[in-house]
């Protein structure tokens, strides 16, 4: 079975532009999860859907990014307009259920210059 | 609040030598989930083990195995006989049991990385 696909794998980009982010989940769960991982602050949730909608979205750093869930099998994370602090790399993770172990997708790593 | 800590953030050994590495975590909870993750340097995040928090029974798989004490709050991971393909950084995490409101996210600790030599 195929896991969690995300795309692009790594994203350069110039401060100002819109980024957006794929994630494809794992078939059949139905909980996505959105990461940012920095040296700083290490391993950090953005948001997370449950059924294809919005449940928590508390870590969202701010209006400039936003994240979809149109349908089961496919999510985005846009950022607009990105800024050099975005850099990071950011996961996408599906679970079968709350409190299930997630599964990473192998990640974007976004660099604004 | 939930945390978790662990306190080693780098450790090297050389190959075939036993390694264990530490995590301890914070939680009101009486019911919660324990994680391991594995990041080799291609950067992915490999699940490596979810525990409950009813289950105290050790864990033993190949060359891991998991020591889980709710007494220390600690959940802590050996690698035994290890190899230069161990080399990664080691997440632990914990999730808060779904329901009133907890969304089951991972909260992760800072990492150990870990350095196996030939």
């Known amino acids: 079975d195929a896991g969690v696909i995300q795309s692009p794998r790594h994203e350069v980009t110039e401060m100002g532009q819109e980024v957006t982010l794929r994630c494809k989940p794992i078939?059949?769960?139905?909980?996505l999860f959105w990461y940012r991982q920095t040296m700083m602050r290490g391993l950090e949730l953005l948001i997370y859907f449950n059924n294809n909608v919005p449940i928590d979205d508390s870590g969202m750093p701010e209006d400039r990014f936003s994240a979809k869930m149109p349908n089961a099998s496919f999510s985005t994370l846009k950022i607009q307009p990105s800024e050099p602090r975005d850099s990071a790399v950011y996961f996408c993770?599906?679970?079968?259920?709350?409190?299930?172990?997630?599964?990473f997708g192998p990640g974007t790593r976004l660099t604004v210059t | 609040a939930q945390k978790v800590t662990q306190a080693q953030t780098e450790i090297s050994v050389v190959e075939k030598e036993d390694v264990t590495l530490d995590c301890v975590y914070e939680?009101?909870?009486?019911?919660?989930?324990l994680f391991w993750y594995k990041q080799p340097p291609s950067g992915e995040l490999v699940f490596l083990i979810r525990r409950n928090s009813f289950d105290e029974q050790n864990e033993i798989s190949g060359r891991y195995s998991w020591n889980f004490q709710k007494s220390t709050s600690s959940f802590n991971f050996t690698i035994t006989a290890s190899q230069v393909v161990d080399s990664a950084v080691y997440f632990c995490?914990?999730?808060?049991?779904?329901?009133?409101?907890?969304?089951?996210?991972?909260?992760f600790g800072q990492g150990t990385t870990l350095q196996v030599k030939p």
């Open positions: 939680t009101r909870d009486t019911t919660y989930y």
């Open positions: 078939s059949g769960h139905n909980s």
């Open positions: 993770a599906s679970s079968l259920a709350r409190g299930h172990e997630q599964y």
């Open positions: 995490a914990l999730s808060r049991p779904p329901g009133s409101g907890n969304t089951g996210k991972l909260i």
